[in-house]
């Protein structure tokens, strides 16, 4: 099971970070579980998405919050909810 498949170009106030929006896109599309189809919340803490990414929960804050002000995510109690896949996608990809 892979969550980075592709190391894609981050949001412009982050160039050249670990970006957070690169395992989103798997996780919304049920690489991470197996699930066929795509699910609009991602029930996940930022502390446990931290751990996965092995950065600490303040940088993932920090970039989760750009993917709030791009309008790709909004984050809820222990979960992160997709607003716009499309934009995720294009956030996520790695030509931009």
Avoid: F, H, N
């Avoid at 919340?41 to 920090?62: I, N």
């Avoid at 995510?73 to 294009?90: D, H, M, N, Q």
Wanted: glycine share 6%.
């Amino acid at each position: 099971m892979t969550v980075l498949s592709a190391t894609p170009a981050c949001p412009p106030s982050l160039a050249g970070c670990c970006c957070a929006c690169r395992p989103t896109p798997g996780l919304t599309s049920g690489d991470v579980t197996m699930a066929a189809d795509a699910r609009p919340v991602v029930p996940v803490s930022q502390e446990a998405m931290a751990m996965m990414l092995g950065m600490t929960r303040q940088t993932l804050s920090k970039e989760l919050k750009v993917l709030v002000a791009e309008g790709a995510v909004a984050l809820r109690y222990r979960r992160i909810e997709i607003t716009s896949a499309a934009r995720l996608k294009v956030l996520s990809d790695p030509s931009r």
